[in-house]
């Protein structure tokens, strides 16, 4: 399976990391299939930097992106945001209070 991850670059205590396309199974720093862009978080603000093209591409074959990667391309504008699902709410003859249960215990 492929993934989109990020793979760290630069100093110590100095980080910066390089979005790639690599196999899951592979060490975050080590072989990998493409270089899609960058990140910088020391910048203010933080520099994100990706080949949409690409992007598109991979993620049309089916790569998977990181939880962190995806927060990134959707800052990017490579993918749209997805809309936080809305808990259904219970109707209120549907609910249970406790209050409800103690007053049906005690009759």
Do not use: C
Not at 98 to 107: E, I, L, R, T
């Amino acid at each position: 399976m492929l993934k989109m991850r990020l793979r760290r670059t630069g100093a110590k205590k100095r980080p910066s990391y390089r979005i790639v396309v690599a196999e899951h199974t592979a060490p975050r720093d080590g072989k990998f299939i493409e270089i899609l862009g960058h990140y910088n978080p020391l910048t203010e603000p933080a520099t994100v930097k990706v080949n949409e093209e690409r992007a598109q591409y991979w993620l049309s074959v089916g790569a998977q992106p990181s939880e962190t990667v995806a927060g990134l391309l959707t800052r990017a504008g490579v993918i749209s945001a997805k809309p936080a699902s809305e808990p259904v709410a219970a109707s209120a003859s549907e609910a249970v209070t406790p209050a409800a249960v103690a007053v049906d215990a005690v009759s």
